[in-house]
């Protein structure tokens, strides 16, 4: 066989093939290395014997839907030169994997428009081995992200199995990018990415993130320059949680026990933005819920009114209103708003934060959502390291499905 062919159609460099047969339902080819090619494996040098051989088996790209075997005998050599006594180098694989490297090319070619399962299929490879290809992949291109030049990030937490494991990610909120995949969601979760920045002397200006204490005590402490910004999601998320509360109060006050099935279908009402809520039925219910309770209805009314805090012409407008919308939750009277105004009076530098630099969590929501997506189609999976590295790279490869 023409070694040009060799090399452009299946990537084997320095060999020749002595013959060709189909056995083992697919085309096997077997190759040595060329006589003109043959070198000492440590010093390059030609003054070698051939000193024993074994036969090794690889994958090679299919020839239309046939796999391709590559049985290559593979020569120990013994050096004259430096004495080296070893098998000899094979320069269209790596160690000892039984897979040449424009196979693996292909399977990452794939994987782009494909799942696991679907490649294995298409290649006639097992499972494992494409998932093996597509992490070496991974690893040598999206497992240390280069943050040298980041300014602003985006911190948020998500569950893997809700109440069990939680990742942390921090996203470079200039690039989109995924730049640290952390375990838990406690402070802990970001040392390895604030030992980064320290080690790539990293200039962090701007932090966006949610209202928990853990991620706001460690900006501050790595970070104690950057400026904290508390964006519209996380904080009227913790509003809305604070409505429920008042909500899930009035549920099992037995006042209000022929009112439970209201009470209880309102949520999603309660919590959704008003001008979301399209239906006349669906505005009727509210309406109905609303009545039951007056604090509940000041709670709710205080949760649509919080999103005019960024809609002021500048900060010390939005500062003048944060302080009024502050006052009006405290004097409420019900002790979920009162926690909750409190808090925004705590955080109201973050918030008011934004008025300077307008950064938002939001891009981080939006990797979140796809997170879910992979979540879905991972359920079950087992290796964490994969996982992470499909997430570092979630800005490139696009989402694949696991399985």
């Not at 490879?125 to 240390?144: C, F, G, M, P, Q």
């Not at 809305?240 to 209880?264: C, F, N, P, Q, T």
Request: positive net charge.
């Amino acid at each position: 066989m023409d070694v040009s062919f060799l090399y452009h159609g299946f990537g084997l460099r320095t060999v020749e093939c002595s013959r060709t047969e189909y056995k083992d339902n697919g085309i096997v080819l077997n190759v040595q290395t060329r006589s003109d090619k043959f070198r000492c494996p440590e010093c390059g040098g030609k003054d070698v014997v051939r000193n024993g051989f074994t036969i090794r088996r690889f994958r090679g790209v299919p020839l239309g839907r046939n796999p391709v075997y590559i049985d290559m005998r593979v020569q120990r050599v013994k050096c004259h030169a430096c004495g080296c006594d070893h098998q000899e180098h094979i320069p269209f694989t790596t160690g000892k994997r039984h897979t040449t490297h424009r196979l693996e090319r292909l399977v990452v070619d794939l994987m782009c428009m494909m799942t696991i399962s679907e490649v294995a299929a298409y290649l006639k490879l097992s499972w494992n081995t494409v998932k093996d290809i597509h992490k070496n992949h991974l690893e040598r291109n999206y497992a240390h992200p280069d943050i040298s030049k980041v300014r602003y990030i985006g911190i948020d937490e998500f569950a893997v199995r809700k109440g069990h494991v939680y990742k942390t990610i921090v996203v470079d909120l200039e690039t989109g990018h995924i730049i640290h995949v952390g375990d838990g969601k406690g402070a802990d979760a970001l040392d390895k990415f604030w030992k980064r920045v320290k080690k790539h002397e990293a200039k962090i200006e701007y932090v966006a993130t949610d209202l928990g204490a853990a991620f706001i005590s460690s900006v501050k402490k790595n970070a104690p320059d950057a400026e904290l910004v508390f964006d519209h999601y996380h904080v009227k998320k913790q509003i809305g949680d604070a409505v429920d509360k008042v909500r899930r109060s009035l549920y099992h006050d037995k006042l209000y026990e022929g009112k439970k099935d209201v009470i209880k279908g309102a949520r999603w009402l309660l919590l959704k933005n008003s001008e979301d809520i399209k239906t006349e039925d669906a505005k009727k219910q509210l309406q109905e819920a609303l009545g039951i309770n007056e604090p509940l209805a000041k709670a709710y009314y205080l949760k649509e009114e919080i999103m005019l805090v960024w809609a002021q012409p500048d900060k010390k407008a939005a500062r003048a209103w944060l302080y009024g919308w502050i006052s009006r939750a405290i004097r409420s009277g019900n002790k979920h708003i009162i926690k909750a105004g409190m808090s925004m009076f705590n955080h109201r530098e973050g918030i008011l934060a934004w008025y300077d630099h307008k950064i938002t969590t939001a891009m981080v929501e939006g990797i979140n959502n796809k997170i879910k997506v992979m979540k879905r189609e991972a359920y079950g999976f087992t290796d964490d390291r994969y996982f992470k590295l499909r997430l570092l790279a979630l800005h490139d490869a696009g989402i694949t499905p696991f399985l």
